[in-house]
Structures are given as structure tokens and as C-alpha cells.
């Protein structure tokens, strides 16, 4: 494959051109960052691991006929998707109250919610993704309300899946963030379930001793990310369960 054109440099991942013409190449990076970028470091392995979990959930997502877009993994921390339209929103489905939703609303993290909450946060950096009601979301036409119907139908489905796989191999799933894009077949638009699904942008809880299996380990400086994510990966299958994480050589399956 020709060396390819960078389109986009994000903090965990970069977009390159993809071989034919409606496909992008991600590329998971290394890079670790928390608080709106406030907080950097390196965590070597963290993209290979990223990259394999987030093909193992968008190929499961796609198994139960929830559309996604992903193509294929190229190699150690590429893969190939269909290029989409981003919707603005970062999608976030919470079962337990933790991170935002607690300190908000003054609960205790880890609070059971009476069923599971689906909210919105407008993607913007600058802003710090600031939580938006439906209202704006359609007044200022970043999607419609039929859009958001879709989403919400879509987000519940995903929560479901996830939560699911998460529970039988004994993690709690307390929380996630989604992002979707359309997909134009002429001037038929479909909603699909894009960018990346990963311990990055989920909050996992070990459901014997509540460790935290996430991003939090970093966020909160609790011990080594890249253990953390071995460990899912490891009860996942995406990882033989008897490899002990080295961080410079993560060893995967193929
Ligand atoms: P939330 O508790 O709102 O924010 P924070 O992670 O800053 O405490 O996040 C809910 C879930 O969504 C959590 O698993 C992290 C994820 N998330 C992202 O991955 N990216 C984002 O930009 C946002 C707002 C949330």
C-alpha cells in the first residue's frame, strides 16, 4: 500500500487518506490524555491494545446487525473503516453514576441508575464538551429529531452489547461514550457506529473488587494503564490469557 496522505493528527489516534476513494486509515497511538488534553503522557502499547479491542467490539456490534464503520485491521495499530460524516456529539449511555454525572448531581460513584441514561455532549475541545440537551442538538441542526431517535435506539442496542460481553468475563460496565457518522448510499443516509470503542472512552469496573480496568487509571494516577487494558483484552480472548504484559512487546493473537 502507497505511503499515505495524514488528513487529521487527534490525541489518541491519527486519520490517514484510505486506499480507495470513501475509506479512511486509523491509526492508534500511543498518547494518553485526560482533562481536555491538560494531562499527557506515553503509554507504550496502549494503541496496539486500543486497536485490537476496538476491532473486537465493532465485529461484534456487527455480528448482531448494528451497523458500524468498520472495515478491517490492517496490522498492530492500523485499521481500515468507511469514511463518515461525524455527528458533532459524544454519546454517552451511563448504567452506574460515575465521573461528570456524579460530581453533578452529588452521587456517590458507582450508584446503580434505575435504568440506563443516554445524554449528549457537544464534541468541542475548546468548550470541554459541554453536556447539551436534545432541544439544541436539533434547534441548531447538527442532527434532526428523527437523528436522534436512531441514536438513542442505536446507543441503548450498543449499551447492550457491551454491557453483555463486559459481564461474562466479570466486568461491570459503569459507562461509555460512542460517537456516530453517516454513511450517504446516494441520498439514503444511515447511521453508523464509528470512530473507536475502547477502554479510552469506557468506564470498566472489575465486578468482584471494583478495580478500575479504564482510563480512570490514568486520570486518577491508580497504576498501570497498559496492565489495566491487558487485563480486559486478556478476558476478552482478544489477548491468550497467559501472557504477563511486558510494556515494550504486548503480545497479541493473530
Ligand atoms: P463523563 O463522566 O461525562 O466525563 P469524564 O470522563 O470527563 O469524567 O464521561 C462518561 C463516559 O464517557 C466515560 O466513560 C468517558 C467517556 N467520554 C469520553 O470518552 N470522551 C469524552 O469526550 C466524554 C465527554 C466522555
Known sequence: MARRKKIYEGKAKDL?????PGTIVQYFKDNAS??????????????????????FFMLGLQQIGIPTHFIKRLNMREQLVRQVEIIPLEVIVRNYAAGTMAKRLGMEEGTALPRPIVEFSYKNDDLGDPLVPEEYIIAFGWASQQDMDDIVSLALRVNDFLAGTMYGVGIKLVDFKIEIGRLWDNDFQRLVVA???????????DIETGQKLDKDVFRRDLGSLSDAYTEVAKRLGVLPSNVTHTPHKPTLIN
Do not use: T
Open 16 to 20: 490517514f487518506e484510505g486506499p480507495e
Open 195 to 205: 470512530d473507536e470503542i475502547s477502554p479510552d472512552s469506557c468506564r470498566l469496573w
Open 34 to 55: 485526560a482533562g481536555n488534553g491538560e494531562k499527557k503522557a506515553v503509554i507504550e502499547g496502549k494503541g496496539v491494545l486500543n486497536n485490537r479491542l476496538s476491532e
